[in-house]
Every structure is written in C-alpha cells, then in structure tokens.
C-alpha cells in the first residue's frame, strides 16, 4: 500500500492510574478507527505514565505494564498502533515502544537516549538499547524483536525515535536515513517551556528534510504528575515540509490528528497549517491553565484558597485560576467541565448565561482573602478587592494585628525589653507574614482546597520570602517564572485578557509592606531592580558562570555603573548561597521556562557552602580597564 492516512494522538494520562491511562488509550484507538486512520502513534509510556518516577525501579509496575498492552492488542483490529511502555528484559528496565498491527505484536522498539539534563532522571530507572543491536523476547510463549526494530508497514519502511533520541547528535534517525526508512514515528513525553513548541517544530520539520522522510510526532498532555507539563503537541512533516500541527495544550484528555500520505509520491504539496499564537504570554497563561486544572482534579481537592495581597504575584495567581474556568468552559462547556473538575455537585442558576456561569464557577471555586496589618496600604487593599470583584472570586478581609501583637509580647516578656525596628527589623517584618499563614490554612482545609502560595523564581534566588509565612502553600503557581516577566505579563494581561481591574495593581510599586508605611518600603528598594535579577540569574544559574565571569557579560550591557553591578553581583550571589534552605522548602511549582531554581527538577545547590566568599574578593578588588575583559 503506497497511501497511508497516518495520526498522532495526545493523550492526558497520570502516572499509577491504569483506569484513565488505557480508557485514554482505547478512545484514542477508537476515534483512529473511525477516521479510518492505518497508523496511529501515541505518546512515550502512556501505559504507565511518563512521571513514575522510582516506581520504575519496583518489578511489579513491568508485569503490571505488560498485561494491559496484552489487553489493549486485540482492541487494534485493523489498524497499527504504536503503544509506549516500561518492559523488563534479561534484568535490565527498558523505555519502549510496541507496534501492533491487526491484534498482533509485530515487535518492540527500544529507546537509545536517555533524557539525564535539566529536568530529566532517566538513567536512574531505565537503560539505553544499543544502536543496531536486536534481540527476542518471549512474551506468554511467543517470541518477538525487540531493540532498534525496523518495520515493515503496509510496505512502508517504518523506524522509531522516542523523544530523547532525536534531540541527541548520534540519533537513531541517522541509521534509518542509511536503511532507506520512509516513515519515522516519535512517541514523546517532552515537557512544556517557553518557546519550547517553535523548537520542536523546527525539529521535526527538519528531520523530515535531512532523512528525507515522513516524521509523525506525538506528544503527552497536561500536568501528569504534579510539576512537569506537557503540551500535547501533534506534528506531522514530509520532506521539510510541515503538513498538521494541533493547536496545543488541550483541555482534551484525547486529541487525534491525522493526514494522508501517498508515499509513492516523491512531491506532493500538502496545504499550510493553521498557525495558532505562541508568544511567551499566552503560553504562560495556557500552560498555567492547563496545569491549574489537572493539578485541581488529579488532587481531588474542591478548589483554591489565595491570600491575595493586591500586589502583582497573588493579583497573577488570581488571574491564572480565572482564566483557567473560562478556557476549561470554552472548550469543554460548563457541565463537562463541572464534572471533570469533581464539582459536579455544583448547581449553575438556570438563568446564567455563559459569562454569569463562569463567574459562578469561580465565585465556588476561589476564595481570595486580604489579611491587612497597619502596615498594609488602602492601595493594595482596594487593589485585592477590585481584582476579586472583577473576575468573581469570593473576597474575604481581616486584620492580623492582634496576633501580631500577641507572638511579639510574648517575646518581649522573656527578653525583657520592646521589640524595635531599628533593632528587630527583619524579625518584625516576618512575624507579620507568618501570622497570616495559619489562619489561610485552616481556611484551605475547611474547604478542602488547594493553598495557592504566591512566591515567584526571583525571590527564591534571593530568599526573599518569609518561610512558613507567604511561602505556605500546596502548590506555587509561578514559582518557575521571574519577577520580572510577571510584572509585565500583568500589563498584557489588563489590555489582550480584558481585567481592566489589573490597572490598580499595574499602577503601584511591588511591596511587601511589612514594614511602617512612613518607610515607603519596595522590594527593589530591599534587593535591587529585578530585571538586574534576571540578568544575574541568567548567567550565575542557568548558564553556571562565576561571580567576575557574570560581570563581564554583564558590563557589556551597561545595565548600571560598573561600581553597582559589582554590588548587586555580590549580593546575588550572598542571598542565594545563605537561602538554598528555602528553595528545598518550597511547595511544588509549574516548569515553565527553560530552567528553575527547584532543587528536585532541575538546580542542586549545597545549603552549607562557602558562599563564594573568595569568588567575591576577587570580584571586588579587579579594576575596571577594559584589558581586564
């Protein structure tokens, strides 16, 4: 057969959940079925789920794995499927991909490259096949290939990359081309970034040009596991030629996409697909969404608690939870989505139009909260309420001055004297921030939701952040995004998303207002500007440079005087050595970009260390002529 009609399926699975992943499986079975689809690739261990983590070391998961593709294979009547799964062979663990043709295995491909960067611990469960090895396995007394398999499809030459292995300079890709392969199939579990969907494409689009093929991508949905997210990318290119792409991060548990390809044509024009935006501030309030969503339902929790401080981070948390109802509506409708939320329970009135239920569902869904202090401006309070009254969240205020008061004279009285700012400052700005924290708990657990903590990448790096106070939280939705780009993305959001109530926000100083409001505190008063944050972080964290190193790139830029950057340089580097205690504390945030400062995905840091104080010499006493750069 020269014409193939080929598809690519996302699927939104969860690591454990045998029930969700393979009802997700067959449905996607089914609907390549009805399209009359011959071959359909789905995404790398949708069985089990990519995020298993060390229960990929424990023996049951592969004899668990293995007997649902068993009970999968007959369901793939007339039709190819390529299933992603753990397989365990002669002792060692294996990251595979089994092809079924017409209720039978054909064979077992076996992944080559192992994702062990960023945020990846592959190694750590699974061993690379070895290119162009191929071996048998016996599976309930039947032997089939297994390792780098080529196939035979209909008479198509088929291979496999699977996702790691066509990022790699040595990919299996390069073989294929060798052996005349027409088809190449990429079941992915490749996490959400920034401008990570442009690269992809590029990817894709150019593999199919350099190893003159058809190259069909597919990749896994939604937050699975807590942290990581993944778009549900479906690509489809032939010969440097992009045919399908999906509009991506779906609120679909199941998206299918397909074209058809007649392979005895060597030129062939296909029409363009449809582009869709990409901008970093759409993603990010795609990406949050999506992720917002899963983690809510997945969690079984009934809803979200935000102690909204009317300042730029929680005033973004709160845009993010509101926009995650009206895309979830839009695309699945109220009442799907009430019952996948678990808040079907929830009566809409019967009069509400689809803005009115939207605002409903979140009224029951957010509950924000003002807890001020006589520190605490009439700005940000009004600025919290505005917010809360705009996109329909229930607003609660209170006062926390009499615990204050109460956890201060308790400490006056054994030390026997008064609590001062010129003494006390840091202490006193703290108790204000930690006595929030129990009261917003106890609120979260009484509705049973999830406590949203507001602290963003920027102030993770500096530990600018009260532990067990504004830190407290179930999850951190922003965690992974600077200062910086939430600053601005507010100001987008106020003008493409229609909050006109952003304005207030938009309009004030960010502020922790701890201390006495005749102190005009700012937090870039406090550290220094965040974009000088961010061009730090840059270069110290992502990039790995030291001290001077950082300031020579730097001083190319002429953020600021040679003799300030020296001393935001050094303070950077001070506050993220003596608070790497705090990033291993954070709740759970959201990879969004490139890189993060948790210790568990992807940047490990003693919390004892020297603190670059030799580093930091040095940096102070070079001069400044240019022969030293």
């Known amino acids: 057969m020269s014409k193939l009609r080929l598809a690519g399926a996302t699927l939104n699975q969860t690591p454990l959940d045998w029930e969700n992943n393979v009802k997700n499986i067959i449905e996607a079975i089914n609907k390549a079925n009805d399209k009359r689809v011959d071959v359909l690739c789905l995404p790398e261990l949708c069985i089990t789920g990519y995020g298993c983590e060390d229960v990929f070391l424990s023996q049951w998961i592969y004899e668990k794995s293995l007997k649902l593709l068993l009970e999968i294979v007959p369901l793939c009547q007339s039709i190819t499927v390529a299933i992603g799964l753990p397989i365990q062979f002669k002792g060692y663990f294996y990251n595979v991909t089994c092809v079924v043709k017409d209720q039978n295995i054909l064979g077992i491909y076996a992944k080559q490259n192992m994702a062990r960067d960023g945020v990846h611990y592959e190694p750590r469960w699974f061993t690379p096949w070895k290119l162009g090895v191929v071996d048998t396995i016996d599976i309930e007394g039947k032997e089939y290939k297994i390792g780098d398999v080529i196939f035979d499809i209909d008479g198509v030459k088929t291979g496999f990359e699977i996702c790691e292995d066509a990022w790699c300079k040595t990919r299996p890709a390069c073989r294929l081309y060798e052996q005349k392969v027409q088809l190449i199939l990429n079941p992915s579990a490749s996490h959400f970034a920034f401008d990570k969907t442009v690269a992809r494409e590029k990817l894709v689009v150019e593999s199919s040009k350099n190893f003159h093929c058809t190259y069909v991508y597919a990749n896994l949905l939604g937050n699975e596991a807590g942290r990581m997210i993944y778009d549900g990318e479906i690509l489809i290119a032939r010969y440097g030629q992009l045919i399908l792409r999906n509009d991506w991060l779906s609120f679909d548990n199941v998206q299918l996409q397909y ?168 202490a006193l700005q703290n108790i204000q921030a930690r006595s929030r924290s129990p009261i917003i708990w106890m609120l979260a657990n009484i509705k049973n939701a999830l406590l949203l903590t507001t602290s963003n990448r920027s102030e993770a790096d500096v530990g600018y952040a009260t532990m067990d106070g504004d830190t407290s939280g179930s999850i951190a939705p922003i965690a992974a995004v600077d200062k910086y780009f939430i600053i601005n993305w507010l100001k987008w959001a106020e003008t493409n998303l229609g909050y006109k109530s952003l304005s207030k926000v938009n309009n004030l100083q960010p502020s922790a207002e701890l201390r006495p409001l005749t102190s005009e505190q700012t937090d870039e008063d406090d550290l220094m500007p965040y974009k000088v944050i961010v061009e730090i972080e840059k270069l110290a964290i992502r990039d790995h440079m030291s001290p001077i190193e950082v300031f020579k790139e730097l001083r190319k830029q002429k953020l600021e005087s040679d003799d300030l950057l020296k001393v935001h340089i050094s303070k950077f580097f001070r506050l993220w050595s003596r608070n790497q205690w705090k990033r291993e504390r954070t709740a759970p945030a959201f990879h969004l970009d490139d890189f993060n400062v948790d210790p568990r995905t992807w940047c490990r840091f003693p919390i004892l260390s020297s603190g670059f104080e030799e580093e930091l010499r040095e940096l102070k006493s070079i001069g400044c002529r240019s022969s030293l750069f």
């Open 259 to 426: 074209a058809d390809i007649d392979f005895s044509k060597e030129n062939e024009n296909y029409p363009a697909p449809e582009e869709f935006v990409r901008d970093k501030n759409t993603e990010f309030v795609k990406a949050s969404s999506l992720a917002l969503f899963d983690y809510l339902r997945k969690s079984r929790s009934k809803g979200f608690v935000l102690s909204l401080s009317g300042g730029a981070d929680s005033s973004s948390i709160a845009i993010l939870v509101a926009e995650m109802v009206k895309r979830a509506v839009d695309h699945l409708g109220v009442e799907v989505f009430l019952v996948k939320s678990g808040l079907n329970t929830l009566e809409i009135p019967p009069s509400s139009g689809k803005e009115e239920a939207i605002k409903f569902i979140v009224s029951q869904l957010l509950t924000c909260a003002y807890q001020g202090t006589v520190n605490s401006s009439d700005a940000t309070y009004q600025s919290a309420k505005s917010l809360a009254e705009n996109i329909g969240a229930t607003f609660y205020s209170w006062q926390i001055d009499e615990e204050v008061t109460s956890y201060t004279r308790k400490i006056e009285n054994i030390l026997a004297r008064k609590l001062s700012w010129e003494r006390d400052d840091i």
